[in-house]
Nanobody, 116 residues
Framework: QVHVVESGGGLVQAGGSLRLSCAAS????????MGWYRQAPGKQRDLVAT???????DYTGSVKGRFTISRDNDKNTVYLQMNSLKSEDTAVYYC??????????WGQGTQVTVSS
């Protein structure tokens, strides 16, 4: 089993920055993909960004150029640097890890609130 724990959420003014972190721990052979999703009130959970173990990244269109996902494979940790935050970025951000090819683990989420 792999556990993922997010940190770094909070309240920030529009135009500001936040950095989220997510650490994976447990018993596994490999962690392939790690990524971030978000869920705003009353909406579905949507993809924000993902990164493979080889460093290939993918972003949803609304965050391209503002958010950067990165990963430290030695620490099994993924980061999400969020710049130029907008009120529409307000959501609970969830970390996910794909491990041992077939399995997914999710964190409990961290709240990001952007005030306008």
């Amino acid at each position: 089993q792999v556990h993922v724990v997010e940190s770094g959420g909070g309240l920030v003014q529009a135009g500001g920055s936040l950095r989220l972190s997510c650490a994976a721990s447990g018993t596994f052979t490999s962690i392939e993909h790690m990524g971030w999703y978000r869920q705003a009130p009353g909406k579905q959970r949507d993809l924000v960004a993902t990164i493979t173990s080889g460093g290939i990244t993918d972003y949803t269109g609304s965050v391209k150029g503002r958010f950067t996902i990165s990963r430290d494979n030695d620490k099994n940790t993924v980061y999400l640097q969020m710049n130029s935050l907008k009120s529409e970025d307000t959501a609970v951000y969830y970390c996910t890890a794909r491990w041992n090819v077939f399995y997914n683990s999710w964190g409990q989420g961290t709240q990001v609130t952007v005030s306008s």
